[in-house]
């Protein structure tokens, strides 16, 4: 309120509360002043500050249509924020930002994608938005993914060629946890680390995509 901003005291208050909080931060800002805090905010801030304020006040929801949308609106397309977003996310939180990105700019995320991307990259970033990726809570069943890790050999590393639907069949719909179990299994059927295969069979943006979902599994603070 008023001329000049205290951006210290905005710092102070976004960044020590919770998502939870900054929601209900808004709310009732809106209750009390009859006043858009975003807008308000986006107002007297500008260029990286900004942004990092605006994406504190958004649910991780907003954020990913948000990220999704940027990456495909302007000329090019950022696969990397694609990838970033619809490979470590959960099928749950996918299936809500399908429905959000359709009411924040009145377009399907499914359409969209394919129309901003192409060949096998494609494929299996529509195969992400199906939102068919076990939870964590999906039990483990040994026999079964010791039969995925032998299709991934017989499909990659055994064969002349790749078997790219048999790649993306799995890491689409696979939780974390069985893709960290595939990976032990693969390594000791084939004496050839998952990761390298994956780098070995696929390149470009399918090879950034599989590697992403790979790493987003086993190793989540290393991606």
């Known amino acids: 309120k008023g001329l000049g901003t205290d951006e210290d005291l905005i710092i102070s208050i976004l960044t020590q509360r919770n998502n939870e909080h900054r929601y209900m931060l808004k ?45 495909m609106h302007r000329p090019g397309t950022d696969e990397g924020a694609l990838i970033e977003i619809l490979a470590t996310r ?22 969209y994608v394919h ?19 076990h939870d964590f809570s999906y039990p483990i069943n040994a026999q079964d993914l010791q039969m995925e890790a032998w299709l991934l050999y017989q499909g990659g590393a055994a064969r002349w060629g790749t078997d790219e639907s048999v790649f993306t069949r799995i890491f689409t719909t696979r939780s974390p946890a069985e893709i960290a179990v595939i990976a032990q299994l693969y390594q000791k059927l084939s004496g050839i680390d998952l990761y390298t295969s994956l780098k070995k069979e696929f390149s470009t943006n399918a090879e950034k995509a599989l590697v992403g979902i790979f790493l987003a599994s086993i190793n989540p603070p290393e991606y």
């Open 115 to 133: 129309s901003e991307t192409s060949g096998h990259f494609r494929k299996i970033l529509l195969a992400l938005l199906q939102c068919q990726r």
């Open 90 to 111: 959960p099928s749950y939180q996918i299936a809500q930002d399908k429905l959000l990105f359709q009411q924040l700019y009145g377009k399907d995320l499914v359409n």
């Open 27 to 71: 709310q009732r800002y809106q209750t009390l002043y009859n006043r858009d805090l975003i807008k308000d905010l986006k107002s007297d801030l500008h260029g990286n500050f900004e942004d990092a304020v605006v994406a504190l006040l958004d649910s991780p929801y907003e954020l990913d249509c948000r990220g999704l949308y940027h990456a």
